[in-house]
């Protein structure tokens, strides 16, 4: 397994790389723009794209596999040199898949996994899902030590590998941890208006909020969404509610700088650069990636300078 070890810090020395396909086209099949994470996903891809001389030809699914699915079989009848894809959901891929190889035409996955047969794209760009949720988990056991704690779950979108690996390991992290249990799990679609909408609904549902000891959000966009209606219900952030997300976007930086959020899990938005290094390599002479380059997991807490990290994120796509 190749380890892309890019931190979103490195990501700030990175130079354009030398255009070896400059010319190509790339379509690019993206999820949406659910959460401030994809929103930079986005850019950077663009971005990357730009700096190699490409032409990205993007199309945005609006959360819907169907409208990914139409776009990589337009994107083959044009005759693209490659396609990255962001899947919405983890099944449902094969016939597509199969078009694009018959088509001789490469497939990058970015940031979330299929569960098509691995001949069926190139490679995968993206973190160890399971291991962001056993990093989550392995923090809060840690947090709060002998005391009983009362976890209220917030999870992405259904059927997404991500909300389905994070929830994994998440609960594998906790399971040898008896004062620590989940109370309640629904999905927030990895949106700040739906995580605000199910956190009013755990909180109502828990005595005002009064027996919840933690949030598990399996992004900082519903995380954010939460510490609204928690702020909302007269609780502290942070303090009476502990809150522990994923992603590192700029604004979980912030409400932990205002000590509204405990800890974060980094993913860094820049799949792209690992992309088309992969993909130059195999236009120039064949070479077959790892199937699968993962890139750094990161915690971050409050201890981490928070407010300088929420400074040094907004100018990197976000
Ligand atoms: O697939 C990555 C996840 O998708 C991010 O954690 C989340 O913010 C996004 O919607």
Request: proline fraction near 3%; include cysteine.
């Given at each position: ?8 810090a ?8 030398a ?17 401030g994470?994809r929103?930079?996903?986005?850019t ?27 776009a ?8 693209v ?17 199969e078009?694009?190889?018959e ?13 098509s047969?691995?001949?069926l794209?190139?490679?995968?760009i ?15 056991a ?10 209220v ?18 609960e ?38 009064k ?11 519903m995380?954010?969404?939460?510490i ?10 942070g ?5 522990v ?6 604004d ?11 800890a ?9 650069g ?6 130059e390599?195999?236009w ?10 993962q ?12 407010a ?9 796509g976000?």
């Amino acid at each position: 397994m190749t380890r892309y070890l890019m931190s979103t810090a490195a990501m700030l020395a990175v130079s354009a790389s030398a255009a070896l396909a400059e010319g190509e086209t790339i379509g690019f099949s993206q999820i949406g723009s659910e959460s401030g994470w994809r929103a930079a996903e986005t850019t950077l891809t663009r971005t990357r794209a730009e700096e190699r001389g490409y032409q990205l030809q993007f199309s945005d699914a609006q959360q819907r596999q169907e409208n990914q699915i139409a776009a990589i079989r337009s994107f083959v009848a044009q005759g693209v040199d490659a396609i990255l894809l962001a899947p919405v959901v983890a099944t449902g891929w094969d016939s597509v898949l199969e078009e694009a190889k018959e088509a001789e035409i490469p497939v990058v996955l970015l940031d979330r996994q299929v569960d098509s047969a691995e001949d069926l794209y190139l490679t995968a760009i993206g973190s160890n899902l399971v291991h962001e949720g056993e990093v989550a988990g392995e923090w809060l056991a840690g947090e709060v030590g002998e005391r009983d704690c009362r976890i209220v779950e917030l999870q992405g979108t259904t059927g997404s590998s991500p909300a389905i690996d994070r929830k994994a390991g998440f609960e594998a992290a906790i399971k040898d941890h008896a004062n620590l249990e989940i109370v309640r799990s629904q999905t927030g679609d990895f949106t700040r208006a739906l995580g605000k909408e199910v956190m009013e609904s755990f909180l109502q549902a828990e005595n005002g909020g009064k027996d919840i000891c933690a949030l598990y959000a399996h992004n900082d966009d519903m995380a954010v969404g939460a510490i609204q209606a928690i702020k909302e219900a007269g609780l502290k952030p942070g303090e009476d509610i502990l809150v522990v997300s994923i992603d590192g976007v700029p604004d979980i930086f912030q409400a932990m700088a205002n000590g509204e959020a405990n800890a974060t899990v980094e993913l860094t938005p820049d799949m792209a650069g690992p992309a088309f290094d992969a993909l130059e390599a195999y236009w120039a002479d064949g070479t077959m990636p790892e199937k699968f380059i993962q890139t750094e997991s990161r915690l971050y807490t409050q201890a981490d300078d928070p407010a300088g990290e929420y400074e040094r994120r907004k100018g990197l796509g976000y």
